[in-house]
């Protein structure tokens, strides 16, 4: 079993930054792909941005393009998720997901990943 943890969220200003950090402990840690999610009050959980753990390929949701830039430590077992100039529609609770399975998938689908955190707010001031 693979657990997540998130941290690093908080409350910024708009034009701020934040970094995330997702560890993963457990089984030996090798998924096929990692991503992050969030969730903001009344509204379904939306895709930000995925990665590729292999080859590191990333993709990223087009309203946090260049705002958004998600890197790993594979030594740690951490993913990050860097995020700068946040807007006040940012604000969220940010999840990670892992999915182990190495087959083709749909990165922004939540159905597709296996494990989760259990989330991180971030609250962007205007």
């Known amino acids: 079993q693979v657990q997540l943890v998130e941290s690093g969220g908080g409350l910024v200003q708009a034009g701020g930054s934040l970094r995330l950090s997702c560890g993963a402990s457990?089984?030996?840690?090798?998924?096929?792909?990692m991503g992050w999610f969030r969730q903001a009050p009344g509204k379904e959980r939306e895709f930000v941005v995925a990665?590729?753990?292999?080859?590191?390929?990333?993709h990223y949701v087009d309203s946090v393009k260049c705002r958004f830039t998600i890197s790993r430590d594979n030594a740690k077992n951490t993913v990050y998720l860097q995020m700068d100039r946040l807007k006040p529609e940012d604000a969220a609770v940010y999840y990670c997901?892992?999915?182990?399975?190495?087959?083709?998938?749909?990165?922004?689908?939540?159905?597709?990943?296996?494990?989760w955190g259990q989330g991180t707010q971030v609250t962007v001031s205007s």
């Open positions: 457990g089984r030996t840690f090798s998924p096929y792909a």
């Open positions: 990665m590729s753990w292999r080859c590191g390929r990333t």
């Open positions: 997901a892992a999915r182990s399975a190495p087959k083709i998938y749909r990165e922004y689908a939540v159905e597709e990943y296996d494990y």
